[in-house]
């Protein structure tokens, strides 16, 4: 009953709260919290310490509602993923863990996200992967946040996902790739 998202994945709402993963139910406002604050508060600890132990998490119903109409969750997805998975080798099961171990980052398109929290996530020196979704507001502000990620980390390394995105964007060339999955 294990997940990966606990251990290596951050997830930035609309309104710049911060979770484990978009389908929980469990996020920490961000109140100028350090990210080594937030990854380990005492509710994204005891959240791993559950992943640990094997129990059925109710902040995490979505993916095991799923799964019980044999239907493949968000969890087994993101377990079975050959760079970020289980299998992963920055993977650790731990119930502390270090900004490094964050390899994947999923923000809402319609955050507006604060300076102070991109300074914060631009700690997380091991992101390979940014997972956008939602209905995007601004695109200047969404733009102005690419051009934070260029800035504090190596864009080059990270690849970008868009569930839906309408446009290209000039900055996406300083990224290792991009892909948009449009929705039917």
């Excluded at 800035?151 to 900055?171: G, T």
Aim: proline share 1%.
């Amino acid at each position: 009953m294990i997940c990966v998202k606990p251990f290596n994945n951050l997830h930035i709402n609309d309104k710049n709260e911060i979770s484990i993963c978009r389908f929980t139910k469990n996020s920490i406002q961000n109140k100028n919290l350090a990210i080594n604050d937030i990854t380990n508060s005492v509710q994204f600890t005891n959240l791993r310490e559950s992943f640990i132990r094997r129990d059925t998490i109710t902040a995490c119903d979505i993916c095991w509602l799923s799964e019980s109409k044999n239907n493949k969750s968000f969890r087994l997805v993101s377990n079975s993923n050959k760079h970020h998975g289980l299998d992963n080798p920055l993977l650790n099961i731990s119930k502390y863990i270090i900004v490094d171990q964050v390899q994947t980052l999923e923000v809402n398109l319609s955050a507006i996200i604060e300076s102070n929290l991109i300074k914060e996530i631009s700690k997380c020196k091991n992101i390979e992967l940014i997972n956008f979704y939602g209905t995007l507001i601004s695109k200047e502000n969404h733009c102005n946040f690419l051009q934070k990620i260029i800035q504090y980390l190596d864009a080059y390394k990270i690849s970008l996902i868009y569930d839906n995105f309408q446009e290209e964007l000039s900055e996406w060339k300083n990224f290792k790739d991009y892909q948009i999955y449009e929705k039917n």
